[in-house]
């Protein structure tokens, strides 16, 4: 239960951060609702003057004209109030979602691929879209209607209060009991929603995870059992639905009926008030304006308590998205940024007493400290789960460490560009010249010829009939994998970048593929680009200035 109250204070406090920067948009809703509330009372009185002129004063009709134009302009003023107020709570909306989203790429990068490893991409991509979506309602609606629902039945309160203080009295005795059983209703709908946001994800990422490996379900004859998991997941989605459904549906029939007793009371009174019934009180006085004005406003005295529950489903659903959006927030929050003061060794590398772990697997890297010249080529070697990707990973900005420093150039992680290279090329389906292009878009065909030729594929390039436009498969189909890794390392040679990591780079390839890679990094390394390169790899080893060993996380000089 502590945890569940931590919870909600955290998701609570995530959202009224967010209306931070939109509060002026959220206060000019509620003006414009407010002034709705104005037009309405106006409309609603300018009717009651009217038929009571019509049937009890029997005015003429040239007497009519003016409060009849003033009954449209009441009308119009209403329309156009209630236009800015949606306006305004859209314009917040926007704002916000916008900032949400630009605040979940900003933690996801801080965390870095390492860290959101355990985390499907489906459900990355629904907290990214529906997640943030599910924000909407809230500061749209439900935040300008949670005052209006104060201060619009206040306003209207009064005037019935002036005209009649009998009736107000019933239309009070009503009015507490609408917020106090939406209120127990929204309890068990917070709960719900958080578990509809939960299993949303989760259907996603088993939709997405099954998609993925449809090849291999048909290969071992689990199709079947593939789909059957499927239904059962969306079968746990639609249960949730609907208990959620069911919850909002609850509230709105709660709300109508304490609001269609009150009033059928207010109409009962002011019947038998006008028929000389009732004499108790203000009830001898009524007359047919102050009766039918009373009777108009009974509606509209409810109605912003019946838009509030109608958008309290809104609030559910933005509390249990707020949960994982603050959670994540938090998670990025807690990982030690390295310290500015470390900017030093602005002519390379400098590691100090850096250290990481993972959950559930400790310690990965242990007080390691380095420092790598510009231009130097550097081998990581040591055995398999030694830390060497991982001090890439933290070299590359891809995962924050737990402690130490870290600069590159004199900048932190992720400041500056860095070249990457690992031992699978990331190639789309497109052209060679689409592919040069991803890590330097302003690349003209002559440089990019020239990285080609650098990297020993020349020959290949000049026996395509369309050149650069000739179009590659995904992943780089067409080529062998030592030639798919040289296009690769092109992409290295047009990138502006002063260092580049290599996690084995020549794993997986074929002896005649190895030597050609290692012939274009060759070249690389003697372009005076800083070259750090995780590898088994003898000849690659050779290639570097220096060589150190990681074992167990712990870094030697060999």
Same mark, same amino acid.
């Given at each position: ?288 304006? *102050? !009766?039918? %004005?009373?009777? @108009? ?5 409810? =109605? #912003? &308590?019946?838009? $509030?529950? /109608? ?91 737990? *402690? !130490?420093? %870290?600069?590159? @150039? ?5 400041? =500056? #560009? &860095?070249?990457? $290279?690992? /031992? ?106 800083? &070259? ?27």
């Amino acid at each position: 239960m502590k945890a569940i109250t931590e919870s909600g204070r955290r998701s609570r406090h995530w959202l009224r951060q967010q209306g931070l920067a939109v509060r002026p948009w959220l206060y000019a809703a509620v003006v414009a609702g407010l002034l709705q509330t104005l037009a309405i009372i106006a409309q609603m009185g300018l009717i009651a003057w009217l038929v009571h002129a019509v049937l009890i004063a029997k005015a003429p009709y040239s007497s009519l004209l003016w409060p009849g134009v003033g009954l449209g302009l009441a009308v119009v003023l209403r329309a156009l109030a209630q236009a800015v107020q949606e306006r305004c709570g859209q314009h917040a909306s926007v704002r916000v979602r916008q900032t949400a989203r630009e605040q979940l790429a900003a933690d996801w990068a801080d965390l870095g691929p390492i860290r959101l490893a355990d985390r499907s991409s489906a459900a990355l991509t629904n907290q990214w879209v529906e997640q943030a979506e599910a924000l909407d309602g809230y500061y749209a609606r439900y935040l300008p209607q949670q005052w209006l629902a104060l201060l619009s039945p206040l306003l209207i309160l009064l005037l019935v209060f002036w005209l009649d203080w009998l009736a107000a009295l019933f239309l009070l005795l009503a009015a507490p009991l609408i917020p106090l059983f939406m209120a127990l209703i929204g309890m068990s709908a917070e709960k719900v929603s958080q578990q509809h946001v939960l299993e949303a994800g989760r259907l996603a990422g088993h939709f997405l995870d099954r998609v993925r490996s449809l090849t291999s379900l048909q290969l071992f004859g689990q199709v079947g059992a593939a789909t059957q998991s499927v239904q059962d997941a969306a079968e746990r989605y639609r249960s949730v639905t609907m208990r959620t459904l069911r919850i909002a549906f609850l509230s709105s029939a709660v709300l109508e009926f304490f609001a269609s007793v009150a009033i059928a009371v207010v109409a009962m009174y002011i019947g038998f008030g006008l028929l000389g019934y009732i004499q108790y009180g203000p009830a001898a006085q009524l007359t047919l304006f *102050s !009766g039918l %004005l009373i009777l @108009l406003l009974a509606p509209e005295f409810f =109605q #912003p &308590l019946r838009s $509030l529950a /109608q958008s309290y489903h809104d609030r559910a659903a933005a509390l249990a998205a707020a949960e994982g959006m603050a959670a994540l927030q938090d998670e990025a929050a807690n990982i030690d940024s390295q310290s500015e003061s470390a900017k030093q060794g602005a002519d390379g590398i400098c590691i100090r007493q850096l250290s990481l772990s993972y959950p559930g697997r400790g310690a990965v890297l242990t007080d390691i400290s380095l420092q790598i010249s510009a231009g130097q080529v550097v081998a990581l070697t040591g055995s398999s789960g030694s830390g060497k990707s991982s001090l890439l990973h933290c070299i590359a900005g891809f995962v924050n460490p737990d *402690s !130490g420093s %870290l600069t590159i @150039l004199g900048h932190l992680p992720g400041e =500056q #560009p &860095l070249a990457w $290279l690992g /031992q699978r090329p990331f190639l789309i389906q497109g052209s060679w010249a689409e592919n040069l292009r991803l890590t330097a878009p302003q690349a003209s065909t002559e440089e990019m010829s020239r990285a080609i030729e650098a990297v020993g594929l020349g020959a290949l390039l000049g026996a395509q009939r369309n050149g650069l436009d000739t179009v590659l498969g995904e992943g780089g189909r067409g080529l062998s994998g030592g030639q798919a890794q040289r296009l690769a390392l092109a992409r290295v040679w047009l990138s502006t970048a002063d260092v580049v990591l290599l996690d084995e780079p020549t794993a997986s390839l074929d002896e005649q593929s190895e030597a050609e890679v290692i012939t274009a990094l060759r070249g690389l390394a003697a372009s005076g680009k800083t &070259l750090i390169i995780a590898t088994h790899h003898p000849a690659l080893m050779a290639l570097a200035d220096r060589r150190y060993v990681l074992n167990s996380g712990r870094l030697t000089d060999a």
